[in-house]
């Protein structure tokens, strides 16, 4: 019987045995795949060795290069720094990169402690409101100051939204202790002290030629309680940011003394104690929860009469002195010694 051609397989699952010929007893192992590839209906994947770079299944090749990301290395071998790099080579580095520049940071934040001048000042009434109600004066006077009286009252109406338990009374106690530790502080020269008793509007007055000059002030007491006279609040940018000022009144008994830097006094006494009427403008930014009453400005009457001016002194030049040492040591002629003898025997005949 003639040996059949189906090829014998093996307990191999990749090889075949496939006789050499009919009449000889030999085989030879073949792959299996070549059997497999000859059938028409067998869907064939080619058998993954190891060695291709290539997937063996073709589909989804899209979605596996996105598994992947390429990482960009850096340059090792670009050592140059930044600092010393020029601001083209940066922009083309950063777009290269696909670094949007940083934005110019131009604004600045602002925050306003305190008013650049007092609103509505308050104006004293000539002769501190002595004047009789009979006369003409009087009576525009006194319809003046109830016109102020009411938008005072309002006033205190909005301060009141910020400051529930402000009182006018307790307040212009307060506003004295207030005026007494900026003197006081003065006297010190402690800047840090000033900053918290008074605005930076009247931060140069308050300190102005007092840094070579000796002061002494003593508070003896008030004549009169202090009042508080106007009362005026206004916002500022938006609605909310509100400050207020309050005018305060004080009739008080003070010691002033001023010595310039040698030791000379210039202006007051350490002895005599005089009466002083002051109107004192207090400013507290009251939509700052961390605001504080601060003094502001200070009001001065015209009827109030002027005070006397400082004596200033000055250092002499060399050449002056010189100029008064030679005359001063110069002999006197004859003339001049013969004046004196003249003038008494003239006196002595009359």
Partial sequence: MAASRVPVICRFSQFSVKPVCAASSCHILEPRTSYI????NHKYFGTSTGLSGKHYNPKFKRDRKLKFIKIDYPNLNDNKDVDDMTQDEIRAKMKERGIQPVRPWQEKPLFISSTSDTFEAYVPPE???????????????????????????MAIRE????????????FAEEAQQ?????????????????HQLVTERAYPGVVHEVKYKTLRWQFVKSLEPPRVVQVRCTNMITKENVFAQVTVRFHTQQILAVYDRFGRLQYGSEVVARDVLEYVVFEKHV?????????????????????????RTYRK????EQQEEEESAEPKSSEE???????QTAAATN
């Fill in 159 to 170: 301060l009141r939204q910020f400051e529930e338990n402000f009182e006018a009374n307790e």
């Fill in 317 to 320: 030049e060399k050449e002056e």
């Fill in 37 to 40: 590839c000859n059938d028409p």
């Fill in 127 to 153: 002769g501190d409101g002595k004047i009789s109600v009979t006369t003409a004066a009087g009576a525009k006077q006194k319809l003046e100051l109830l016109g102020k009286k009411g938008k005072s009252m």
């Fill in 337 to 343: 010694l013969q004046k004196p003898a003249t003038e």
């Fill in 287 to 311: 939509a700052n929860t961390y605001g504080t009453w601060r003094i502001h400005d200070k009001i001065i009457p015209d009827w109030l009469p002027p005070r006397s001016a400082i004596h």
């Fill in 178 to 194: 207030t005026y007494i530790d900026t003197h006081e502080a003065l006297i010190k020269l402690d800047e840090d002290r000033l």
